[in-house]
């Protein structure tokens, strides 16, 4: 790690600043919909709107970037999110749900943009250290698993209306996080001259195994995390009736999870295939939609969610590594736009239905909703893989 270049590092520091929205609102967002929601099915709207936000948001954030610069996009991006914490403010002051879910949009909206930061501090580095680099900037959620549900906690009773506070906080750690973006350096990208070069169609990149493999890993992964993760706030407190702080203890254990094996993945992608990465985040998936249909006890749901967390990083990262490996500099932005749009969308869909799911069909079978998703990463890193022996056979021939 120490041969990553000090950009990075700082890019690390502004993924921690930005990512501190996630969390806070996955651990009050399903708390004050049940407060403020016509009814209690509509419960987790306000943490599906910080995930539509994001799918709405993807594709123009790849191209925004392109336009205007990496730095202008996330300085527009985190105004844009200074102004969500402020209205959600007077939302939750004013009991106004329609209005929380706006303003949640308007964050999830700076979210794709803050998911656009792997991407910059990959521009820093060659091939080789693709990996490596996608795991110190994975680390910055280590700081925003821990301190954004503290950050809610800690703005709980700052006013009289519960949770205002949380977001007055919020609010000041973009505040912190524009004034970083204005002094750290990102990488200059060059110029690709679009008179000469042939860009290829997003039905031919599609079609490209390492590309659909690729897009298909991360938006699985982000797909399941949601569908469980958005749920199990809702299923604990509200279902089965386990007291607020072990529920914000599974949560904290759960993003902790999802950044913490970043620490220990430059060691395992250099002992481990990229093929065996990706197979391991199904794996270790496939175990916490098990332990969660098969126990619902607290350690069952700190444990499904530990095994969620960390599955997540795997196949993530894996999948991020992956992608970075299939395309060209003139499809870059092309390539990384139908990724985030794919990702977002299907988590957007997840975490859409989960209250839905869970309130109607229970949390048997909402878990069960996560295994098609991972049948069909799996047939399609398969159909990557043969692809790529196929081309290494033709090679010996």
Not at 5 to 34: C, D, E, N, R, S
């Amino acid at each position: 790690m120490l041969t990553i270049p000090y950009p990075v590092w700082l890019i690390a520091i502004a993924q921690a600043l930005g990512m501190l929205t996630a969390p806070l609102v996955i651990f009050v967002g399903g708390f004050l919909g049940v407060m403020f929601a016509p009814t209690a099915s509509l419960a987790t709207l306000p943490v599906a709107a910080l995930v539509v936000g994001g799918a709405v948001t993807s594709m123009p954030a790849a191209f925004i970037m392109k336009r205007i610069g990496r730095r202008r996009g996330f300085v527009y991006a985190t105004l844009v999110a200074i102004l969500g914490s402020i209205l959600a403010v007077y939302s939750v002051r004013g009991e106004n749900f329609l209005g929380l879910c706006f303003s949640i949009f308007l964050l999830g909206g700076h979210m794709a943009f803050v998911q656009q930061f792997r991407f910059a501090a990959i521009e820093w580095v060659s091939s080789d250290k693709v990996a490596m680099t996608a795991s110190v900037v994975m680390l910055g959620g280590l700081f925003a698993a821990w301190f954004g549900p503290e950050i809610a906690m800690l703005g709980k009773d700052l006013f009289s209306q519960a949770f205002s506070g949380s977001f007055v906080l919020l609010a000041l750690c973009h505040v912190v996080l524009l004034v970083l973006l204005s002094v750290m350096p990102f990488a200059s990208i060059p110029e690709v001259d679009e008179t000469v070069v042939v860009k290829r169609s997003w039905g031919s990149l599609l079609l490209q195994p390492g590309i659909s493999a690729a897009i298909a890993s991360a938006a699985v992964a982000f797909g399941v995390m949601s569908l469980i993760m958005t749920a199990t706030p809702v299923s604990m407190s509200e279902i089965q009736s386990y007291p607020l702080d072990d529920t914000k203890t599974v949560i904290q254990s759960h993003i902790m999870a999802m950044f913490l094996p970043s620490l220990f993945a430059p060691i395992l992608f250099r002992l481990f295939s990229l093929l065996s990465m990706l197979l391991c985040g199904l794996v270790v998936l496939s175990a916490a939609v098990s332990i969660a249909i098969w126990d619902q006890s607290y350690w069952g749901y700190w444990t499904a969610l530990v095994c969620l967390g960390a599955g997540w990083n795997f196949l993530f990262v894996a999948g991020t590594t992956l992608l970075s490996q299939q395309y060209s500099k003139q499809d870059s932005f092309t390539v990384q736009a139908m990724n985030d749009a794919t990702v977002f969308s299907t988590q957007a869909i997840m975490a859409l239905s989960a209250g839905w799911i869970v309130f109607n069909f229970g949390w048997f079978a909402l878990n069960l909703l996560a295994v098609p998703l991972l049948i069909l990463a799996l047939l399609l890193i398969a159909r990557w893989y043969f692809f790529e022996e196929n081309i290494k056979k033709a090679a010996y021939e």
